[in-house]
């Protein structure tokens, strides 16, 4: 990929340097979701160890996701393969012990990379992606984790495998093809009580045999964990509102 001039400490392997004030605020937000984290797992009689906080630095300053990086912060979901790349490799340099979870949809010109580039694939949902993820994955010698995409809304202009298909198509994956699926993921629409979502998502997991529940954002992870999320994806309450101007 081409560098823009002005961007080359993004692809060099030279740390960002961080407002200590900046650094701080976001080891408190850190620590502020963590502590949410363990309270409704501890409701739910589960253990703070039981969910992974993934934090979702997308169109985020690069300074700000460096700043959770050096409060310990290893997850990270990314919801666009090229902003990805523009920012990974260099993190990825300097702190090998990174997991990167793609969250947004995938083109299947961009499998190639998406493989190449991320430890988990969240978004797995028609067959045509199965099939081309499969392929390069084989290809690659790559085995990600991969999580089914549910639109449990059923909306239109969401991704995501309808419920009444959920059964087939988590088998096609899974027995056909022979992708590794751990799980599944949705988001809920903005308008619903998103605990039906939840409750929804689990439900098709525990009928198929699959342990992990990606599910919660900023506004209801706390809900999610209460309802069984295993990993929740968390933007805004740890790096601030995204700026998209
Ligand atoms: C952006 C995004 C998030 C994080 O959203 P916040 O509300 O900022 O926490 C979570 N999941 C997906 C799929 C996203 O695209």
């Known amino acids: 990929m081409s560098t823009a001039p002005g961007e080359s400490s993004a692809t060099s392997a030279d740390p960002i340097e961080v407002d200590p004030y900046l650094a701080r605020q976001v080891a408190d937000n850190i620590e502020s979701v963590r502590r949410s984290i363990a309270r409704a797992a501890g409701a739910a009689e589960r253990g703070p160890d039981d ?23 290893r997850v990270f979901g990314e919801n666009r393969v090229q902003e990805a790349h523009g920012k990974w490799p260099n993190f990825r340099s300097r702190y090998s012990d ?50 089914i995409q549910i639109n449990t809304g059923e909306e ?49 997991a525990k009928r198929n045999g699959l342990e992990k529940l990606s599910m919660g954002m900023s506004g209801d992870y706390e809900t999610a964990v209460e309802l069984g999320a295993t990993h929740v994806r968390v933007g805004t309450a740890i790096f601030g509102a995204r700026d998209y101007g």
Do not use: S, W
């Open 51 to 73: 969910v992974t906080l993934i934090a979702v630095g997308k169109v985020q300053p690069l300074e700000r996701v460096e700043a959770a990086l050096l409060a310990g912060q």
């Open 98 to 147: 990174v997991e990167l979870h793609l969250i947004g949809p995938l083109q299947t010109n961009k499998v190639r990379e998406a493989v190449e580039l991320f430890d988990v694939i969240q978004t797995v949902d028609r067959p045509k992606l199965a099939r081309e993820l499969a392929k390069e994955m084989e290809k690659q010698g790559r085995r990600l984790e991969c999580y």
């Open 156 to 204: 239109e202009q969401k991704a995501g495998a309808a419920p009444a298909e959920a059964d087939a198509f988590i088998a096609e994956c899974r027995d056909d093809l022979g992708l590794p699926v751990v799980g599944l993921m949705c988001i809920p629409p903005v308008d619903d009580n998103p605990a039906l979502h939840f409750a929804m998502l689990r439900e098709i």
